[in-house]
């Protein structure tokens, strides 16, 4: 068992804890051995080196761990996340602002819904801008677009 620095203690217990998974939405590889082998890299590993399965460096990863401004979602922990939904679901495609603003990638035919991931940040003035994607200290903004019949849009902001 690896030792969990104080500040992962409170991530260590959650990503321990059981929860309902949805039907049909597999576990690939089990999240166990994806949560001892992210623990190892962050653990073991120098901060500089670049883990590329994952697209990030060592110290990018761990900017999870830590507590209010000590802990950080970035822009290198969400396509990795988009990346990985994206393998596992086929009727919903998941896809970052810049990633659309650069042009679509190839869309499988059969789409039920989008997911739009956003960077979201504040001028000194005080406007409400999207960020950067490399850009940190802003908020996130997941936007799913379901375009069955009916067409929804529900916005979360994190």
Not at 36 to 42: L, N
Not at 81 to 93: M, S, T
């Amino acid at each position: 068992m690896l030792e969990v620095p104080q500040k992962c203690e409170k991530e260590r217990q959650w990503f321990s804890s059981q929860y309902l998974r949805p039907k049909g939405v597999p576990t690939h590889p089990s999240e166990e051995s994806l949560m001892t082998s992210y623990e190892e890299i962050i653990w073991k590993r120098p901060t500089r080196d670049m883990i590329v399965e994952y697209g990030s460096s060592v110290e990018e990863m761990s900017a999870l761990c830590g507590e209010g401004p000590d802990g950080w979602l970035l822009s290198t922990h969400v396509d990795w996340l988009l990346r990985q939904a994206n393998k596992q679901q086929q009727y919903v495609v998941c896809l970052s602002i810049p990633t659309v603003t650069n042009g679509l990638p190839n869309l499988p035919s059969g789409i039920k819904k989008f997911v739009f991931v956003a960077n979201i940040g504040r001028t000194a003035k005080g406007e409400t801008i999207f960020a950067s994607w490399g850009r940190s200290g802003c908020h996130w903004v997941l936007i799913v677009l379901d375009i069955t019949a009916t067409p929804d849009i529900f916005i979360v902001i994190v």
